[in-house]
Every structure is written in structure tokens, then in C-alpha cells.
């Protein structure tokens, strides 16, 4: 019963305030206001209008996907040796993969800024090899289990009946874990497109995702309800792309 209360209570107060938010955005009221006066999607069309959060929007969608792609390769590279070989060296691939977990993501961030100024990075580059480094643990466990439930006996057959390791591969092994590759996606996704805290260390100009923005839009310009749109319309995206990779990946 008291663990039923805590859950409770922690969903509450989770939930409820990010629902406000939501509402807010539909607001056709000026200002932070509950009851709504009425409904509007003005403030929408208020977001869109702001080149910088319409750029960082963009920017942050092609980040996601360009990064989750790079995220889920390295991953997929990963949990193949750690479901196929054991040892020492197996172990290390795990904890290397899993490292980005156990740091704050702003301390993982500050560290990338000071290698990437050292290294002469520019913001989009670095952007890019942070967001595959925090997202890489989202990838490597869902594939790791998914390639253990695939019988490596499979791929062996297909090698003793004169197919090379790697097409053996792409037309045995791929097929059983695609479901697997595509969760591993959408997490990388849903983890890069709302990423804010090591993103604040690297954004720059032209390199500025959409939780920065808002970040910074609320901080000088201080429309709330310009900003609550803009969040419900990446929360609204990213619930599509969970929504949508169930839906597909389920099915397999």
C-alpha cells in the first residue's frame, strides 16, 4: 500500500505539472492563466514565426535522426561482440558502452567542451559526437538482448553453406534483430531530441537544438506561452515517434 502511495505521489508529481504546460500552450489568454480563458493555437503560429526556434527545431529533428543512426551502428558493433564472446574484453565493451550513464550528463558535457576546444571541434562536430556518446547506452542493451535471443547457429548455417561472415550476417542475423535496431532508434532519438544539459556546454550559432533555445528564448525574452507551445509540440513529436515505433517494431 505504501508503495502504491509513493508511485502515486511520484507520478503526480511528475505528470500534473508538465500537463499544465501542455494546456497552457492551447491557451488563448496573454499570460500564464488557469482556468483557460478560452482555446487558441495562436501561440503555435507565435513559435513558428521565431526564425530561431523554427531553425532549432529543424536543427534538432536532423541531429536526432543523423546521431541515432551513428549511435545505434556503434552500439550494434558493440553488442555483437558482447553477445558472442565473453572474457574480460567482453566486459570492458560493456562498461565502456555504459559509461555515459554513470556521470551527470553536464559534467560529460563540460569534459567533450574542453576536448573538443583542444581539438579545434566546431559546434555542429561536436554536437553530433556528443549526443551519439549519450545516446549510445540507450542502443546497446535492447541490441545486446536482442542478439542473445538470436541463435548464432543460424548465421553458422548459412557460413557452412558458403555465405561470408557478413552476408550471413545482413540475410540471417539482421532480419531476426530489426525490431530490436528499430527500438534502439527511437530511444536514440526520443534521448538526443530532448537533450539539454551537456547540449548547453556545445550549441553555438548555427548549431542551437531546440531545448537551448527555449531555454535561452525564456531566459531573456521571457514569452512563456511562446515557449510552452514549443515544448508541446517536441513532446507531441516525440510521444509520435514512441507511438509510431511501437506500432511498426511491435508487429515483427
Known amino acids: 500500500m505504501v508503495l502504491y502511495s509513493a508511485v502515486g505521489i511520484s507520478a503526480f508529481l511528475t505528470l500534473v505539472p508538465i500537463f499544465l504546460v501542455l494546456v497552457q500552450a492551447f491557451s488563448a489568454g496573454e ?17 513558428y514565426t521565431v526564425p530561431e526556434i523554427r531553425e532549432s527545431f529543424l536543427f534538432s529533428v536532423i541531429l536526432a535522426v543523423v546521431s541515432s543512426v551513428f549511435s545505434v551502428m556503434l552500439a550494434l558493433c558493440g553488442a555483437l561482440y558482447v553477445s558472442r564472446n565473453g572474457g ?16 551527470p550528463a553536464f559534467i560529460l558535457g563540460l569534459a567533450l567542451l ?4 583542444a581539438g579545434g571541434v566546431n559546434a555542429k562536430l ?7 556518446v549519450i545516446s549510445i547506452p540507450y542502443a546497446f542493451r535492447p541490441l545486446v538482448e536482442a542478439l542473445k535471443e ?15 561472415p557478413l552476408s550471413s550476417f545482413v540475410l540471417v542475423t539482421f532480419p531476426q534483430i530489426a525490431a530490436g535496431v528499430g527500438t534502439a532508434w527511437v530511444f536514440c532519438f526520443v534521448v538526443s531530441f530532448s537533450e539539454l544539459s551537456a547540449t548547453l556546454f556545445l550549441a553555438g550559432p548555427g548549431a542551437m537544438t531546440l531545448p537551448v533555445e527555449l531555454f535561452s528564448y525564456l531566459e531573456f525574452q521571457g514569452d512563456q506561452l511562446v515557449v510552452a507551445a514549443a515544448s508541446t509540440a517536441q513532446v507531441l513529436l516525440t510521444l509520435g515517434m514512441v507511438f509510431l515505433g511501437n506500432r511498426v517494431f511491435r508487429r515483427r
Open 150 to 164: 538470436t541463435p548464432l547457429s543460424l548465421e553458422e548455417a548459412a557460413q557452412s553453406l558458403g555465405a561470408g
Open 126 to 132: 561536436g554536437l553530433l559526437i556528443a549526443h551519439i
Open 88 to 103: 574480460v574484453l567482453s566486459r570492458l565493451v560493456t562498461i565502456l558502452a555504459l559509461v555515459p550513464l554513470v556521470f
Open 31 to 47: 499570460m500564464l492563466t488557469f482556468p483557460l480563458p478560452g482555446l487558441s493555437v495562436k501561440w503555435f503560429v507565435r513559435a
Open 114 to 117: 574542453f576536448f573538443f576546444k
